[in-house]
Nanobody, 116 residues
């Protein structure tokens, strides 16, 4: 904990937008992939979006066309731009980093609430 710092969550109306950020510390030297997961109350975490070191992206079907993941390699930061937000997007969003040695790192989680 503390190696990944998330920010950008909050309360937004349906149809609105948020941008999540996740900054990895410099101690994580060899990143294979970075991604975002979310967890609904009473359910397991699920993949939202993933970006590999080569730039390959993967999205959950429920967010395709609405969310965009990007990475700034120089800053070791991953972003999740969320547009056209829906109430069903309400969840705790977690940043995830995978090293080339398959070590897993998790952010502290940030609450996203979509409600009118």
């Amino acid at each position: 904990q503390g190696q990944l710092v998330e920010s950008g969550g909050g309360l937004v109306q349906p149809g609105g937008s948020l941008r999540l950020s996740c900054a990895a510390s410099g101690s994580i030297l060899s990143i294979n992939a970075m991604g975002w997961y979310r967890q609904f109350p009473g359910k397991q975490r699920e993949l939202v979006a993933l970006i590999t070191n080569s730039g390959r992206t993967n999205y959950a079907d429920s967010v395709k066309g609405r969310f965009t993941i990007s990475r700034d390699k120089a800053k070791n930061t991953v972003y999740l731009q969320m547009n056209s937000l829906k109430p069903e997007d309400t969840a705790v969003y977690y940043c995830n980093v995978q090293s080339v040695f398959l070590t897993q790192y998790w952010g502290q989680g940030t609450q996203v609430t979509v409600s009118s």
